[in-house]
């Protein structure tokens, strides 16, 4: 019997052709519909089929694996190489990669899941009140200003406050009276004017236990504690320190190791400290914003120095990241003695008031109502510390 091996070759390359011509049918052809990105799982293990018109009434077929073997395909896929990048993934934010072949890359919304929710807002604490101010997410503008009774009644004086990493506050009160530091906790800070709720924690000591005088407080992005010791007084260099915690604040363990000796730094007697901005707008928190009786500095938190950047505010400064806005613009606030709120441009140095808070009649035990610092939420960064 005599084979004819054309005709037969003729019917196998027949069925190929009425083979990818289903798996086009099924697939709905060549679209990019948004709804068509996802792989249906009765397809996951099929070729992508791509088809041309060629304006002759001919199709050109080209056949294309999943060459990462995660599901999906090109061009859903942007990245057919790494089976951790496909339209299933999470987005991860600051590592300049679309993870998840939307188009954007670290887009908002696409936090750290462990990460608590972050709003645009700060907060301050004088007297008997805890301040809560909203800020708009649109233009960076005031949007109302809270007023919340502490559930407690603490020493008057000089406040420290810092957001931690998991959004409650951290408050440390410097005694006008016994010259102490006092430490408190807000789990759960009011937005609504209702009573802010303390824990108290207790007084900071040194391994000598001598008392420890405090006049700032800063969370870094790896989540540490920072402090600054004003030293002999509130008023000088002299025996000013950044101090790392080391021990768990929240249970009173205040054991500390000394980050830079600032007594003889260029930038010595800081009030509060703040993350900064880099050239390209990401937020770090090292080197910082750091503010001394209203100068405003670019400050290397572990080597005290720094340069003068403006001037504006008096104790209070804080810094909100662009993700946080619209424009994915970061934004710097200061906050002066009289409670007065303002934005500073990053770029001139042009300071403008934006709001006023509660006026002195409103405090009890200071006659400045912004004697302290200002807190908010601290956007994802990667951490400019070297000393661990």
């Known amino acids: 019997m005599k084979i004819n091996l054309k005709l037969i070759l003729t019917l196998l390359m027949a069925i190929l052709f009425l083979s990818c011509t289903d798996d086009l049918a099924k697939n709905g052809s060549n679209t990019t519909d948004s709804e068509n990105n996802s792989t249906d799982t009765d397809n996951s293990d099929t070729t992508d089929t791509n088809d041309s018109d060629t304006g002759n009434g001919e199709t050109d077929s080209v056949i294309a694996g999943d060459g990462d073997n995660d599901g999906w395909f090109a061009p859903a896929d942007c990245d057919d190489n790494n089976p951790d990048i496909n339209p299933d993934a999470d987005e991860i934010a600051d590592d300049k990669i679309d993870n998840n072949c939307n188009g954007k890359i670290d887009e908002k919304g696409n936090t750290n899941p462990n990460q608590v929710p972050q709003y645009s807002e700060l907060f301050y604490s004088s007297g008997t009140l805890l301040v809560y101010i909203s800020i708009d997410k649109a233009d960076g503008s005031v949007v109302e200003i809270m007023n919340s009774n502490l559930s407690m009644e603490i020493p008057a004086g000089q406040n420290c406050i810092t957001m931690l990493d998991d959004g409650s506050l951290l408050m ?102 703040a993350p900064g901005i880099d050239k390209d707008g990401n937020i770090t928190d090292n080197p910082g914003l750091a503010i001394d009786t209203g100068d405003i500095y670019d400050f290397n938190y572990e080597t005290g120095t720094g340069t003068l950047s403006s001037t504006g505010g008096d104790w209070g400064i804080h810094v909100l990241g662009g993700d946080l806005f619209t424009d994915d613009k970061a934004r710097v606030y200061l906050l002066s003695k009289s409670a007065e709120l303002f934005e500073m441009n990053i770029n001139t140095g042009k300071v403008i008031s934006i709001g006023q808070g509660p006026t002195d009649a409103e405090f009890f035990g200071t006659d400045n109502p912004g004697w302290g610092g200002l807190a908010g939420p601290l956007t994802n960064c990667t951490t400019g510390f070297t000393i661990n």
Not at 236 to 256: E, I, K, M, P
């Open 172 to 273: 440390a009160r410097l005694s006008s009276a016994d010259n102490k530091t006092y430490f408190y906790h807000i789990k759960n800070p009011p937005r609504d004017g209702s009573e802010a709720v303390l824990t108290e924690i207790g007084i900071m000591k040194d391994e000598q236990d001598n008392d420890i005088m405090l006049e700032g407080l800063y969370t870094d992005c790896d989540g540490r504690i920072y402090a600054m010791d004003t030293g002999v007084d509130n008023g000088s260099a002299d025996g000013n320190r950044l101090l790392r915690f080391t021990g768990n604040v929240l249970q009173g363990d205040f054991t500390f190791k000394i980050i830079s000796d600032l007594s003889s730094a260029s930038v010595a007697d800081i009030d509060d400290m």
